[in-house]
């Protein structure tokens, strides 16, 4: 079955303690991506990713990591987690950045930072 | 820059009644607009899209939207309303630019509350 996985889906954490969440897709597609959802806010980009060991900003970077070492996998790292990282976390796929099909999106993790 | 409006927070509708959920964007040049449901707990599912051809765009469980491209407007339809529709949804728009990533822009999201 073609899907994004992501994992943990419920993580609950403390500040300043580092923490990953994988994203892990086997359409072997190209562009990967991580948006966060915050209430009145909408999806917003943090990072994407158009191949491996290509990783750019997106709109909202700042207290966030990535790497694509792999095409399958896109982790998503928060080396000093703050409480106004307490979001739902997306991670999302799509064949190519020419591509016009639909994102595939995971099933979301719920993160709070005390 | 691109952007996404989703101009009603909340829409309330009885079952068996039409359903119309909003969105206007903006974007320099030509869009692609999407549209994306959330039910709780849910990740982001796709409904439809518009890419180009005809406006009136059908997708998924029954709905549909209409492109307007001068009222730069992309409304998700649904002729007969099912509690089963109750969700977040969500519309986007997507810039395709050569040598760019594909960015995706989203709106805010409009809650669908559908009730007997």
């Known amino acids: 079955e073609a899907q994004v996985t992501q994992n943990p889906r419920y993580l609950i954490t403390v500040t300043g303690k580092k923490l990953t969440v994988t994203c892990s897709q086997n359409m072997n597609h190209e562009y990967m991506s991580w948006y966060r959802q915050d209430p009145g806010l909408g999806l917003r980009q943090i990072y994407y990713?158009?191949?491996?060991?290509?990783?750019d900003k997106g709109d909202v970077p700042e207290g966030y990591k990535v790497s694509r070492k792999e095409k399958r996998n896109f982790p998503l790292i928060l080396e000093s987690p703050s409480p106004n990282q307490t979001s739902l976390y997306f991670c999302?796929?799509?064949?190519?950045?020419?591509?016009?099909?639909?994102?595939?999106f995971g099933p979301g993790t719920r993160l709070t930072v005390l | 820059a691109q952007s996404v409006a989703q101009p009603e927070d909340q829409v309330n509708v009885a079952e068996g009644n039409p359903l119309t959920v909003k969105c206007t964007y903006s974007?320099?040049?030509?869009?692609?607009l999407f549209w994306y449901v959330q039910y709780p707990n849910r990740g982001l599912q796709f409904l439809l899209k518009y890419i180009t051809g005809d406006n009136l765009v059908k997708g998924s469980y029954g709905f549909e939207a209409e492109f307007n491209k001068s009222q730069t407007s992309f409304h998700l339809k649904k002729p007969s309303a099912l509690v089963s529709d109750s969700a977040l949804y969500f519309c986007?728009?997507?810039?395709?630019?050569?040598?760019?990533?594909?960015?995706?822009?989203f709106g805010t999201g409009t809650r669908l509350q559908v009730t007997l």
């Open positions: 974007v320099s040049g030509n869009p692609y």
């Open positions: 999302a796929s799509i064949r190519d950045v020419r591509s016009y099909n639909e994102q595939f």
């Open positions: 986007a728009v997507r810039l395709i630019n050569t040598g760019t990533a594909s960015k995706l822009t």
């Open positions: 990713s158009m191949n491996v060991e290509v990783t």
